[in-house]
């Protein structure tokens, strides 16, 4: 049974940084692209970065760009989202998902395996 366990999350003041950790088991990770969504209290879930299998696509949305760092290790079946200059606006939980094949985007019903999500807030 394919799944996903996130870990790493937390309260950080604003300007730090957390790491978050997407353990995957039942599946054949390295042939699989990783997204990660988040979802902030009353509103809707949203897109946050993906990896492709071989790791030589990566996107981000743009409210990430040049903050967040996502990669893969497929020696221990898991994938990182390093998140850096945190902002009160980044008070999520946060989800990984792998796809249907090495899908590498923003659409979440191509998603077919989610973790269970992680807390991460920023707060003074």
């Known amino acids: 049974q394919s799944r996903l366990v996130e870990s790493g999350g937390g309260l950080v003041q604003p300007g730090g940084s957390l790491r978050l950790s997407c353990a995957a088991s039942g599946f054949q990770f390295n042939y699989y692209a990783i997204s990660w969504f988040r979802q902030a209290p009353g509103k809707a879930r949203e897109w946050v970065s993906c990896?492709?299998?071989?790791?030589?696509?990566?996107n981000y949305a743009d409210f990430v760009k040049g903050r967040f760092i996502i990669s893969r290790d497929d020696g221990k079946n898991t994938n990182y989202l390093q998140m850096n200059s945190l902002e009160p606006e980044d008070t999520a939980i946060y989800y990984c998902?792998?796809?249907?094949?090495?899908?590498?985007?923003?659409?979440?019903?191509?998603?077919?395996?989610w973790g269970q999500g992680t807390q991460v807030t920023v707060s003074s």
């Open positions: 990896i492709s299998s071989s790791g030589g696509t990566i």
């Open positions: 998902a792998s796809p249907w094949g090495d899908y590498c985007g923003s659409r979440d019903g191509q998603m077919k395996t």
